[in-house]
């Protein structure tokens, strides 16, 4: 006799960047991860887990490689609500007599940091532009574990296309080396250009007020990050 198999509820949400997917709780070989990363302080490998948890999760045709950093981090979000509780403990500080205390908050009222920028172009010289797109989470995982080569490995992920008066190519249609070869030719004034133009892009935040209970001044919290939403 073969064991019944148990059926697992989907939702919907809408991601930021404007598409419905359909997606499941974490079962257990999710909460695998999850405690195995709980603790860890590396940013590389909460940002994989993470990535690995919502390819895992969607139920549809989304294919997670073309999502943003912040659609990646509003479904986990929405995941982990859906599997865990809308609620988490957070410890804060408060801001005027320095004591620690506990508070709930509901991570279902996550939203964007700010608008999600519509001019994207950065000009690099007098006829040649290119412009830039969200960070993807595998390039932040990259250049978290690469300090040295932070800026590039950014930069060389973010370039959407390359542009002139009267050509238009995705930077992708070239091959990896002429893609190194743009990259480390930019100038250093060029290279920080585009990573303030990527900085435009929000991320996922809550904003939340709580009173301290020993003082009573009142805190504005701001949680933002996935390291905050992982336990």
Same mark, same amino acid.
């Given at each position: 006799?073969?064991?019944?198999?148990?059926?697992?509820?989907?939702?919907?949400?809408?991601?930021?960047?404007?598409?419905?997917?359909?997606?499941?709780?974490?079962?257990?070989?999710?909460?695998?991860?999850?405690?195995?990363?709980?603790?860890?302080?590396?940013?590389?490998?909460?940002?994989?887990?993470?990535?690995?948890?919502?390819?895992?999760?969607?139920?549809?045709?989304?294919?997670?490689?073309?999502?943003?950093?912040?659609?990646?981090?509003?479904?986990?979000?929405?995941?982990?609500?859906?599997?865990?509780?809308?609620?988490?403990?957070?410890?804060?500080?408060?801001?005027?007599?320095?004591?620690?205390?506990?508070?709930?908050?509901?991570?279902?009222?996550?939203?964007?940091?700010?608008?999600?920028?519509?001019?994207?172009?950065?000009?690099?010289?007098?006829?040649?532009?290119?412009?830039?797109?969200?960070?993807?989470?595998?390039?932040?995982?990259?250049?978290?574990?690469?300090?040295?080569?932070?800026?590039?490995?950014?930069?060389?992920?973010?370039?959407?296309?390359?542009?002139?008066?009267?050509?238009?190519?995705?930077?992708?249609?070239?091959?990896?080396?002429?893609?190194?070869?743009? *990259?480390?030719?930019?100038?250093?004034?060029?290279?920080?250009? $585009? /990573? #303030?133009?990527? %900085?435009? &892009?929000?991320?996922?935040?809550?904003?939340?007020?709580? *009173?301290?209970?020993?003082?009573?001044?009142?805190?504005?919290? $701001? /949680? #933002?990050?996935? %390291?905050? &939403?992982?336990?």
């Amino acid at each position: 006799m073969a064991l019944p198999k148990l059926e697992t509820p989907t939702y919907e949400t809408q991601i930021p960047s404007g598409k419905l997917v359909k997606f499941r709780p974490f079962l257990v070989k999710e909460e695998k991860v999850l405690l195995m990363v709980k603790e860890s302080k590396n940013s590389k490998d909460i940002i994989r887990a993470m990535k690995q948890i919502v390819e895992s999760c969607i139920e549809d045709d989304t294919e997670s490689k073309t999502l943003s950093y912040y659609d990646i981090e509003h479904l986990f979000i929405h995941m982990r609500a859906r599997s865990v509780g809308e609620q988490i403990e957070v410890m804060h500080t408060c801001s005027s007599c320095g004591e620690d205390f506990p508070f709930n908050i509901d991570i279902t009222k996550v939203s964007l940091s700010g608008p999600i920028p519509e001019n994207t172009n950065v000009m690099i010289s007098e006829k040649i532009g290119v412009s830039v797109k969200p960070v993807s989470p595998e390039t932040v995982a990259a250049s978290e574990a690469n300090d040295s080569d932070r800026a590039t490995i950014v930069v060389k992920d973010v370039i959407d296309t390359v542009f002139t008066d009267s050509e238009v190519h995705k930077f992708t249609d070239f091959t990896e080396g002429e893609r190194n070869e743009f *990259v480390e030719s930019l100038s250093l004034s060029n290279l920080q250009k $585009i /990573l #303030e133009k990527v %900085e435009e &892009f929000p991320r996922c935040q809550i904003k939340a007020t709580r *009173v301290c209970p020993k003082c009573g001044a009142e805190n504005e919290i $701001i /949680l #933002e990050g996935i %390291e905050n &939403f992982f336990t």
